[in-house]
């Protein structure tokens, strides 16, 4: 129970004077009671006076110690009766506020919290309605707010009162607890018309933790119609104090299960394998799934891999060899030993085993007591299969230059040995063998060297517009004199783009994808060769009726060491050069096939070269920005100091005004002041990484982005154009991949494809939309804001962003300037909110066009 206040004491202590002072006057007498005495009763309630002792106490006359004792009695009673009716109410409400902190601090969900909260501080002030807003470290508000009381009509009615951001703004503002009797007039001071179901009382007060904000806490409308009371403010501030440290407490365990899965994941996922191991027991602690994967050879079927420890032996680099079955593993830990990078051979009885490069590192306790030790293994068999793979490579290099050279040697001997003996024709013939073989030669230590300029990223082209019927017919014209046997059809649609194209590069990919077909097609089987337009580039796909490929290979056609198609020397590297050339033209080349017996199908894109396109691969230098006569700038974002350079150098030779920096910390200032045209940006940087940076800076919605990066797995690709980049460079690369790389983003951003879906249809050039062959009329702003939404359809375009690129607004604005113009471009395309076609919501974040494909 709480005590009373200081001024309720000094009321309770009046009235037990003034009760003494009346006992004493009816009860003492000094000439006939004088042996009574009396002692004042120690209780701590204002109700216990004092007690009469003594032998004579009856003395009195009966009348008037009756008429005493109901005087007494009578004030007792009514006084008694109050108290206990308080003190019953007290101790209800504290019950109740002990059961609700005892729950709130029973749990770490922080829905559960909150909602406990609010419940139960409505229910011990007698409000109507609670609310819990919540706001995040940087006191952005968060989606886990809680609403209490409302009907779902009245909370969706709070949601759309178009003033509720500013309101929550003020009381945000206000440094305490805040209680009013008249909640509309304080709105209408503010100069903020109410919300129709405003409710008349209302108090709040922020809620802190460690003098941080977590968010705020409000009551309104107490339902007996009166207002708050002090009491029912130090009930919100008590709640308001606990809600804060909850919500604190789950954040952090939050956080630290987040930071928890996220090393488990890190470490389960690793290309490494890790164990984890007791130094007492030498029993394994953990292990991730790669350690996993590597022991797993040597288990014996139907037994755990505990047993392992059991059986295996351990034999190191210096030879000795080691048996954990006569050496405890436990025993081994203990000593402590640090291991680096050593080359550890584990086998079993019956002869398996298996090769690894092994780190041992012992984790210690206060006072060098070990209590675990971490080894990470590496497997050394994809090792030794780059070695062996690099070993068949030399092996078939020098094979395919031994045959023809074996021929030309034969040929020589032959004209050097025979002269006088051969006729003319024959002579002919050897000659023609020589210069044959010589020519086959040439062409295998071209792609030689061509191999070796993709790897180290110098291989050059040189793109001017051509056509993409003469390249094929050239490529079509090669293969068939050079003794191809099969029929070539050509299907190329009328209308197709010039292409900016290296042309001996480009048909030496055809050719060498013709050359790949045929190889694996019956002769009885027609090679095809299309193209199609895809959107700033054009897709020439070259198909056979072959052998087809196994879809476990597909991934691997395009490496050097992949084998192509099947076994045949020559394929990989024959592919691994189309893939280099094609990136160079900054395409990309892709395999398709249905399955074995069935074909394949092989295709690659190059740009299309529009007019900036072909002025520019006419010069060295690119178009200049239709505003400015100044070279256009990019940005370049790499913490690798050789990258930076690297790029740079191409990036002034081929006439761009480069900007370069290693602090991703530092790109919306410099996006800001600069103004560049597109970023360059490494995927893997210090402390981050660039798909999370297209979230977390806004000013790279504005602008194409190409990122960088030493991995070039598909998953990777698609995961960083998902995010909204243009492109994506694996390194190594050439100077002439990336300019024409930057090149191709550029005019995919400044000369967009006309925009389609559905019925409506958006011409960039002329800026007209039509919606179902009828042109709408829209104002300037309504038009750039339908174009910004189209030019990133079907990813979710921010508030903020709109903002920023429609009405050049970096501060933060309110929203609802952009919803009052997205309901406008809704009404006159005749769109609606609850079914969508065109404009889709993205609750509290922003709007998302549909794309063609969508509909």
Partial sequence: MSRPSCRQQERQQHESRRRQRR?????????????????PAVVEHPHAHMIIVGPRAAALPAPRRMAVQADLEGETLTDSS?????IEALRTRISTLSAAILRISATLDLDTVLAEVVESARRLTGARYG???????????????VFSGFTPEEEQELFTWPDSGRLFEHLRELPGPVRLADLSGYVRALGIAPARLFSRTFQGTPMRHRGAEV?????????????????DEEVLILFASQAAAAIANARTYRNEQRARADLEALVETSPVGVVVFDAQSGQPVSLNREARRIVESLRTPGHPLEQLQEVVSVRRADGREVSLAEIPLAQTLGAGETVRAEEVVLSVPDGRSVRTLINATPIRAEGDAILSVVVTMQDLAPLDEIDRMRTEFLSLVSHELRAPLIAIKGSADALLEEAAELDPAEMREFHRIIAEQAGHMRGLIRDLLDAGRIDSGTLSVAPEPSEVAALVERARSTFLSGGGRHAVLVDLPAGLPPVMADRRRIVQVLNNLLSNAARHAPESTPIRVAAVREDAHVAVSVSDEGSGVAPELLPHLFSKHGGGQGATAGHGLGLAICKGLVEAHGGRIRARSPGAGRGATFTFTIPAAGEAGAAAARSKTPPPAPESAEPPRILVVDDDPRALRFVRDALDEAGFAPLVTGAPQEMSRIIRTERPRLVLLDLMLPDTDGIELMDQVPELADLPVIFISGYGRDETVAKALESGAADYLVKPFSPTELVARIRAALRRREEPEPFAVGELAIDYPQRRVTLGGEEIELTAKE???????????GRVVTFETLLRRVWAKSEKADANLVRNFVRNLRRKLGDSVSSPVYLFNARGVGYRMAKPRDR
């Avoid at 309104?220 to 119609?225: E, Q, S």
């Avoid at 038009?783 to 359809?793: G, H, I, K, M, P």
């Fill in 82 to 86: 109050d108290a206990k009716r308080e």
């Fill in 783 to 793: 038009y750039e804001l339908l174009r910004v939404l189209s030019l990133d359809a």
């Fill in 23 to 39: 006992l004493r006057r009816h009860v003492f007498n000094r000439d006939r009671h004088r042996s009574m005495c009396s002692i």
């Fill in 131 to 145: 609310v819990i807003a919540t706001v995040d470290e940087a006191g952005t508000p968060t989606r886990e707010s």
């Fill in 215 to 231: 968010g705020h806490f409000f009551l309104a409308d107490k339902t007996d119609g009166k207002e708050f009371t002090d009491d």
